[in-house]
């Protein structure tokens, strides 16, 4: 129940400029909502009471998954992660996206939240953030300003905190063009099912003929103020067929960029053993289900 909506202006417009100029015109105590899982939480908390609402779920182009000529694939920013969790333009090293999507919380909320509005709030331990990063996706923004695309990497900028700008909203997900040889997994742990991520690990592989990796993303979740990926981790694992000594090698790289808290959902100490063996089970899982060479 919103208590709050006989002090809030509600604006539901049609299309993305439309909501760009309601929000300007509102100032900063406008807010976008999409799914309205966590935004309806804070303004029943009474921890932000926005002047105006405007809603993006009459905007018809937020709501679309398609792919692209260049064989990439945008998602827009209200496709629910009931929806990105079985869409079918999602395979090979893009099924990270789904794999995410498909562990978040619980059906209701699958129903409700939208990928952009989970990206937006950029909760450390939500599950796409880490997903996108290893997917090597791209942002793209709306604004006062136009339209402007940003790398997930560069999006998540720390605890909650994101490279929108004031008056700006998310309207899409650009997944890049990948090869039918990738594949990607996305692993996490929780304390129950449908829990926020204790820690999580997510990865995209390229093989050649042979089964060994020529190209890989990983990142962590849930062990530090955004998604983390290791760079290091990644260049030691090209060339390996994903053998048992390189990825212990490689979770060492990773372990030691890693900078989780203690919080009610367990120690750092807890997280930090964790994590090798979510990075062991999202390889074993790629290697079982991989087609044997030709």
């Given at each position: 129940m919103l208590t709050s909506m006989t002090k809030t202006d509600f604006q539901k417009p049609k299309t993305v400029e439309e909501a760009v100029t309601l929000l300007k015109e509102a100032g900063d105590d406008a807010r976008p909502i999409s799914g309205g899982a966590t935004l309806v939480a804070l303004m029943n908390a009474r921890l932000v009471q926005p002047s105006r609402l405007v809603s993006l779920s009459a905007i018809d182009e937020l709501t679309q998954c398609t792919y692209q000529s260049d064989g990439s694939v945008r998602i827009g920013a209200m496709r629910r992660h009931r929806q990105t969790a079985f869409e079918s333009n999602l395979k090979a090293a893009h099924q990270v996206v789904s794999g995410a999507a498909?562990?978040?919380?619980?059906?209701?909320?699958?129903?409700?939240?939208?990928?952009?509005?989970?990206?937006?709030?950029?909760?450390?331990?939500?599950?796409?953030?880490?997903?996108?990063?290893?997917?090597?996706?791209?942002?793209?923004?709306?604004?006062?300003?136009?339209?402007?695309?940003?790398?997930?990497?560069?999006?998540?900028?720390?605890?909650?905190?994101?490279?929108?700008?004031?008056?700006?909203?998310?309207?899409?997900?650009?997944?890049?063009?990948?090869?039918?040889?990738?594949?990607?997994?996305?692993?996490?742990?929780?304390?129950?099912?449908?829990?926020?991520?204790?820690?999580?690990?997510?990865?995209?592989?390229?093989?050649?003929?042979?089964?060994?990796?020529?190209?890989?993303?990983?990142?962590?979740?849930?062990?530090?103020?955004?998604?983390?990926?290791?760079?290091?981790?990644?260049?030691?694992?090209?060339?390996?067929?994903?053998?048992?000594?390189?990825?212990?090698?490689?979770?060492?790289?990773?372990?030691?960029?890693?900078?989780?808290?203690?919080?009610?959902?367990?120690?750092?100490?807890?997280?930090l053993k964790v994590v090798p063996r979510l990075l062991q089970r999202a390889f074993n899982n790629l290697v079982e289900t991989r087609e044997p060479a030709q």
């Open positions: 498909s562990q978040i919380a619980n059906p209701p909320v699958r129903n409700m939240g939208t990928i952009g509005g989970s990206i937006s709030f950029a909760d450390p331990a939500a599950d796409y953030p880490p997903s996108l990063v290893a997917a090597n996706a791209e942002i793209e923004i709306a604004g006062p300003e136009g339209r402007r695309r940003i790398p997930a990497e560069e999006f998540f900028l720390g605890w909650y905190e994101t490279a929108l700008e004031p008056g700006e909203i998310v309207t899409a997900v650009i997944l890049p063009p990948v090869s039918e040889s990738s594949v990607g997994q996305y692993e996490k742990l929780c304390r129950i099912a449908g829990d926020f991520a204790l820690a999580s690990v997510a990865v995209t592989i390229d093989f050649n003929a042979s089964n060994t990796v020529t190209s890989l993303r990983l990142a962590v979740g849930g062990c530090g103020g955004g998604p983390i990926r290791v760079e290091a981790a990644e260049q030691a694992l090209i060339g390996t067929k994903l053998e048992l000594d390189a990825v212990v090698d490689a979770a060492e790289l990773v372990v030691a960029e890693l900078d989780p808290i203690d919080d009610v959902r367990g120690s750092a100490e807890y997280r």
